[in-house]
Antibody, heavy 130, light 109 residues
């Protein structure tokens, strides 16, 4: 079965860039939506953004100016970069898969069809501190 | 911003039925998804597209939709169902394609 594993530094200094990678095993990354979600200590889930296997991205508007998500199909990985971090970015970061698909109409309009995030990584704790 | 509203907590006795609601303006037009999260664990999808149950999820978990409110129902609650539950949906404009509710703590008395 498909498994996801987050990796990256557990400690990042304020104002620097947080970088995480999610490795997909047991299946191909060349389909579906691949998301990053975070959860600050004692708080709820916050969606950061996703990348469709084709490379198109969608980000949470509240984080959009600081977020970049990319995919490396040759390594079966996708990555998160969050710039200019502060203590408020301290959280458990999860990667997850949504086995949905996108349909591009003849007009060029894309419609996304989601199925929910059915596979999650175990999460990795990132602390922002000097 | 776009928000999904859930009650902070719900309490039920074992064997009873728990109902957790999630409300938002776009829910008549957008599917909802439900996740269960136990302490120290990643979330688990328990309902997708309002009322579909993934394989491996017990039949006691069900979902429904009515107007601007979706409901996760757990029939015959068991002690192991004690967890945080989150709904997920989207707004109608596409600006917020993925939004989580604030979460509901289900306590089994």
């Amino acid at each position: 079965q498909v498994q996801l594993q987050e990796s990256g530094p557990g400690l990042v200094k304020p104002s620097e860039t947080l970088s995480l990678t999610c490795t997909v095993s047991g299946g191909s990354i060349s389909s579906y939506y691949w998301s990053w979600i975070r959860q600050p200590p004692g708080k709820g889930l916050e969606w950061i953004g996703y990348i469709y296997y084709s490379g198109s991205t969608n980000y949470n508007p509240s984080l959009k100016s600081r977020v970049t998500i990319s995919v490396d199909t040759s390594k079966n990985q996708f990555s998160l970069k969050l710039s200019s971090v502060t203590a408020a970015d301290t959280a458990v970061y999860y990667c997850a898969r949504d086995p949905g698909f996108a349909v591009v109409a003849a007009t060029g309009v894309t419609t996304d069809y989601y199925y929910g995030m059915d596979v999650w990584g175990q999460g990795t704790t990132v602390t922002v501190s000097s | 911003s776009y928000e999904l509203t859930q009650p902070p907590s719900v309490s039920v006795s074992p064997g009873q039925t728990a109902r957790i609601t999630c409300s938002a303006d776009a829910l008549p037009k957008q599917y909802a998804y439900w996740y269960q999260q136990k302490p120290g664990q990643a979330p688990v999808l328990v309902i997708y597209k309002d009322s579909e149950r993934p394989s491996g999820i017990p039949e006691r978990f069900s979902g429904s939709s009515s107007g601007t409110t979706v409901t996760l129902t757990i029939s015959g609650v068991q002690a192991e169902d004690e967890a945080d539950y989150y709904c997920q949906s989207a707004d109608s404009s596409g600006t917020y394609p993925v939004v989580f509710g604030g979460g509901t703590k289900l306590t089994v008395l």
